[in-house]
């Protein structure tokens, strides 16, 4: 069976500053990974994916996201943050393009000035 | 393009009362998604549908959660009757196999469903 952790529930940061939130899954199979953005009041955002080909991803704001296959990882992370980055951030898996999404618990970024 | 639409956003009911989600997803995408979200928790799969077909409904309660997608393009999600655990937001999402988007899962903004 699949899953996903987040490590960390929150991710407290001063703005300017570099974060990594951390995402490992657990698969029998290869797997299609994300990072969906929930702004508050908003619904999940697609942030970036890894379907095959390179592993390192990017988004278009910054954010940048490793695929580690002997790590079972995929860790996201922006060199630096900006106050706007304030979200929960899910990871997730799928093991087929347009199956269903296991997704961790998230991770609160919290950019404080 | 309009986005996933979900009705309502908001919902406060009473235990052992039903009610109804709806969700109409972006046009032309082919499968639809029922998600639940627990407070402080990721989406869950409730429900797929491929058109009008429910292609994974493992997850779904059955015995008080029903579904439909009868002409395959907007679905309505029902709890009858509904329990305090029921309290989450239920998210829509839809995706196009044959779309430049290739797959990817656009969610609507959830209904927010509280049981008193």
């Known amino acids: 069976a699949q899953s996903v952790t987040q490590l960390d529930s929150q991710v407290p940061v001063f703005e300017e500053a570099p974060v990594e939130l951390r995402c490992n899954y657990s698969?029998?199979?290869?797997?299609?990974l994300f990072w969906y953005v929930q702004y508050p009041n908003q619904g999940l955002q697609l942030l970036l994916k890894y379907l095959s080909g390179s592993t390192l991803v990017e988004s278009i704001n910054g954010f940048e996201a490793e695929f580690n296959k002997s790590q079972t990882s995929f860790h996201l992370r922006k060199p630096s943050v900006h106050i706007s980055d304030t979200a929960e951030y899910f990871c997730?898996?799928?093991?087929?393009?347009?199956?269903?999404?296991?997704f961790g618990q998230g991770t609160e970024l919290s950019v404080k000035p | 393009e309009a986005g996933v639409v979900q009705s309502p956003r908001y919902k406060i009911i009473e235990k052992k009362q039903p009610v109804a989600f709806w969700c109409n997803p972006i046009?032309?995408?082919?499968?639809l998604y029922w998600y639940r979200q627990n407070l402080g928790q990721g989406p869950e799969l409730l429900i797929r549908y491929e058109n009008e077909e429910a292609v994974d409904d493992s997850q779904l309660p059955k015995d008080r959660f029903s579904a439909e997608r009868l002409k395959g393009v907007d679905s309505t999600l029902k709890i009858q009757p509904a329990e305090l655990g029921d309290s989450a937001v239920y998210l829509c999402?839809?995706?196009?196999?044959?779309?430049?988007?290739?797959?990817?899962?656009?969610f609507g903004p959830g209904t927010r469903l509280t049981v008193l």
């Open positions: 046009s032309g995408h082919n499968t």
């Open positions: 997730a898996v799928s093991h087929n393009q347009g199956g269903k999404l296991i």
């Open positions: 999402a839809s995706s196009c196999r044959d779309c430049v988007s290739n797959n990817e899962q656009f």
């Open positions: 698969s029998s199979v290869s797997v299609y």
